[in-house]
């Protein structure tokens, strides 16, 4: 009897979740297919059933990773869209997101997807595009920020958390974050 559609989504779900937290651990060079199966409790045919390559997996797990983001979520209808933004910079800018909990792709494989195909970078790439469109269609509902700021703003808070997360004392990366969250309010209009 074959497995339900519904089935083959979670299964699917799983091994996305799977192989974003391998590859934002250690890397996609050092991430096996054997790997991620076995880190989901799944066999390695299983793969197959579900991604033609390890490649496109990571394509998607940067995608999944995106649309389950704390910016994906949709804005309480009670919160103006400016507490909005400065709830999504507290917490992006947090030792909590630093420390890989509801980790942003963009900050943890900013490195890695250097290396990549154009599969890979297509889907960086689009995911950091709907970051900044996200945030400067908040911040221009209350300020006059240009989309130049926001790239700014978007390419400091990425850094920043990239940075900290190499870093072992939790006093710095407390400075790090907090001095850059004071220059992207700035940036955007004061938040």
């Known amino acids: 009897m074959p497995y339900t559609k519904q089935h083959k989504d979670k299964t699917r779900q799983r091994i996305l979740r799977s192989a974003f937290q391998l590859f934002t651990t250690k890397g996609f060079e050092c991430v096996t297919i054997n790997d991620i199966m076995k880190n989901c409790g799944l066999t390695r045919g299983a793969f197959y059933?579900?991604?033609?390559?390890?490649?496109?997996?990571?394509?998607?797990?940067?995608?999944?990773?995106?649309?389950?983001?704390?910016?994906?979520?949709?804005?309480?209808?009670?919160?103006?869209?400016?507490?909005?933004?400065?709830?999504?910079?507290?917490?992006?800018l947090s030792i909590e997101h630093v420390k890989g909990e509801r980790a942003c792709p963009l900050a943890f494989l900013v490195t890695d997807v250097v290396t990549q195909n154009s599969e890979a970078k297509i889907a960086y790439s689009k995911t950091y595009k709907g970051m900044n469109d996200l945030i400067y269609y908040y911040a221009n509902k209350y300020s006059h920020c240009s989309k130049a700021q926001v790239m700014a703003v978007t390419a400091m808070i990425i850094g920043t958390v990239a940075i900290a997360r190499t870093m072992d004392i939790e006093d710095d990366i407390s400075t790090l974050l907090c001095s850059t969250r004071k220059e992207a309010g700035k940036l955007l209009g004061g938040i």
């Open 49 to 92: 059933a579900h991604f033609d390559s390890k490649v496109m997996l990571y394509s998607k797990a940067i995608e999944l990773a995106a649309n389950n983001s704390q910016l994906a979520q949709l804005k309480p209808i009670q919160i103006s869209d400016q507490k909005w933004l400065i709830q999504l910079l507290d917490f992006y």
